[in-house]
């Protein structure tokens, strides 16, 4: 019985590996995705020298055997990145409205990464 069971734990281990690498690769790609996607709204929505839509940038905070961890952040112009998706004051008086482009992708993102970890998953 002992036999089955170490030939069960080393199947369910090169599962859990194949899995584990899928699920890493693909959390990679829909964070470029985004990137890419933040990067033309804002070349959309906020006409100009395209400065702010050229900053979007994608990295691996974390990365071992079982977890990553991406951040996706502007490298240019961070300081405006909170006051163009919620809008700010002006300075004489009235109000800015903000043009979402940060959380309307990154909620189309966490879609994606759902249905495509269930993917890996079944494969």
């Known amino acids: 019985m002992s036999d089955l069971e170490a030939q069960l734990a080393a199947v369910l ?3 859990s590996t194949e ?3 899928e699920v890493k690769k693909t959390c990679k790609d829909v964070s470029k995705e985004m990137t890419e996607a933040i990067r033309q709204d804002s070349k959309t ?3 100009g020298t395209g400065k702010y839509a050229k900053g979007w940038r994608s990295k691996v905070e974390y990365e071992d055997r079982d977890n990553i961890r991406l951040s996706t952040y502007n490298a ?19 109000r800015v409205e903000g ?6 992708n990154e ?12 993917r890996a998953a079944q494969k």
């Open 76 to 94: 240019t112009d961070y300081q405006l990145t909170h006051l163009l998706e919620f809008g700010h004051a002006k300075t004489g008086g009235g």
């Open 107 to 118: 909620e189309k993102a966490k879609k994606d990464l759902i249905e495509r970890t269930e």
């Open 45 to 47: 929505l906020f006409d």
């Open 99 to 104: 043009r979402p482009h940060i959380s309307t």
């Open 19 to 21: 899995v584990t690498q």
């Open 13 to 15: 281990s090169e599962y």
